[in-house]
């Protein structure tokens, strides 16, 4: 192997990272709260969890194309990429909020609202400490799915190591394909295993 | 003197069901009444209406004169402590957080909190060098359930309420729990509100018994009064404490 391609797999992979981490950032900044306003409003849960999961069937590929020809949000580029893998990592973030704060057992939720807690406190105190490991689930579960899907982001300028798989299909070059797929297989062992052990980490009881 | 606690007229419907009806009730300072009925009886509801974790659908429920309504439910909560089957202690808190926790809501200062979590753990007997800095499910059942009754006591509330507080529990635990209780009320003489369905635990805490019917005031007595009472529901539960009447 050449220190040229050396340099071009290093530079994919920052790319690559980058683009994941901003896109699960932006999905958890956006679904966390979603889901935690979603466990007080129960009858707009059916309508949210809906729309996520009907974003979750579109294809990959399909989501990334539709995208291009919406004004703001499309286009060429990373943005339209960051847009899409977003949409596909809010499910798992919401649903697993969701479920982690309604999961909360019942006689310790009455008795917090008993105690005098005040919805803040009952949020912050109880609710979110006792679902942090599943909601880090959550997070842990669409982080993995959005480094592979990343992968296709190359289709649409998007950058990232799918830029080898793209390049490498279009030659007929395996080594080329094996030079995006396995720095990504890789990446997601990393993050399931990181991602992993901080649940573990936060087991509150 | 007003009572402490006072349901007038109080009704309450829920899911379309009337679960409780024109329950009218005063408890007065220092005495332990009884709510005793079956299940789907009414009386988890009625206790709930104390601390406004249920609001009346007609009458109002008084605590201190002020109908439940028009307190700030927060500060009205505060002010009563609450026990409930499962204990309900927070999983992620240790014993002396959990303890610790109302006066801390409160805003008292660490050192003072510190002091009453260790004297409350020494009067439901567990030493706090042991069990402290423990967490619930390092705890047997019944510890638990001391934890909870302690947490409840840990800001000085004038109000207790149990809500079949020994329920869950195996009948040699429960003995002790229903003894400690006993002795704990003689030693702080506060105002209780007790739910059960187990007519012996009614006849041992009680000063007074209230028995629930299908929502509606069946009997109010005192424990000597209610093994007297007539009425087909009160010998339904007597029928309990005699093992002979017991059909084969």
């Not at chain 1, 190359?154 to 396995?182: E, K, Y």
């Not at chain 2, 988890?44 to 609001?55: P, S």
Request: proline letters at 6%; hydrophobic letters at 50%.
């Amino acid at each position: 192997m050449t220190l040229a391609l050396w340099n071009e797999i290093v530079e994919l992979t920052v790319e690559h990272v980058v683009l994941v981490a901003t896109s699960m950032a932006i999905a958890t900044a956006v679904a966390l709260p979603a889901g935690i306003l979603l466990t007080r409003r129960a009858p707009l849960q059916r309508w949210v969890m809906g729309f996520a999961n009907i974003m979750q069937t579109v294809p990959s590929l399909a989501l990334f194309g539709f995208l291009i020809p919406v004004p703001l949000l499309g286009g060429i580029g990373k943005h339209t990429a960051i847009v899409a893998l977003v949409l596909y990592a809010l499910l798992p973030v919401l649903r697993n909020t969701l479920a982690g704060i309604l999961g909360v057992d019942r006689a310790v939720r009455e008795s917090a609202i008993a105690m005098g807690m005040t919805g803040r406190q009952l949020l912050w105190e109880v609710e979110l400490p006792l679902a942090a490991r599943t909601i880090l689930a959550g997070v842990r579960v669409a982080t993995v799915a959005t480094i592979g899907t990343a992968t296709i982001a190359a289709a649409i300028g998007g950058g990232g190591l799918g830029v080898f798989i793209f390049q490498g299909l279009a030659s007929v070059d395996t080594a080329q394909i094996l030079a995006g797929a396995v720095p990504a297989a890789f990446l997601a062992l990393l993050a399931d295993g990181g991602l992993g052990w901080a649940e573990k980490k936060l087991s509150p009881a | 003197m007003t009572p402490l606690v006072s349901f007038r007229n109080v009704s309450c419907r829920l899911g379309g069901k009337d679960v409780l009806r024109e329950l009218s009730l005063d408890i007065e300072a220092g005495e332990t009444l009884v709510l005793l009925g079956r299940s789907g009886s009414g009386k988890t509801t009625a206790l709930k209406m104390v601390n406004a974790l249920l609001l009346p659908s007609a009458g109002e429920v008084r605590v201190e004169g002020t109908p439940t309504a028009a307190w700030d439910a927060i500060r009205l909560r505060r002010r009563i402590g609450y026990v409930i089957q499962e204990a309900g202690l927070f999983p992620h808190f240790t014993v002396e957080q959990n303890v610790g926790l109302v006066p801390r809501l409160e805003g008292w200062p660490a050192e003072k909190i510190r002091a009453r979590v260790h004297a409350l753990l020494e009067q439901v007997e567990l030493p706090p060098a042991q069990f402290a800095a423990r967490y619930p499910r390092e705890l047997s059942g019944g510890q638990r359930q001391r934890v909870g009754v302690a947490r409840a006591l840990a800001a000085d509330p004038p109000l207790l309420l149990f809500d079949e507080p020994f329920g869950a529990l195996d009948p040699v635990t429960r003995v002790e729990l229903q003894r400690q209780f006993l002795a704990l009320r003689r030693e702080i003489g506060k105002t209780a509100i007790f739910v059960t369905h187990d007519v012996r635990e009614a006849l041992l805490m009680a000063t007074r018994i209230a028995l629930l019917h299908d929502g509606r005031l069946d009997v109010l007595a005192t424990p000597a009064e209610f093994l007297r009472a007539p009425g087909e529901e009160v010998r339904a539960f007597l029928a309990c404490l005699d093992p002979q009447g017991i059909p084969a």
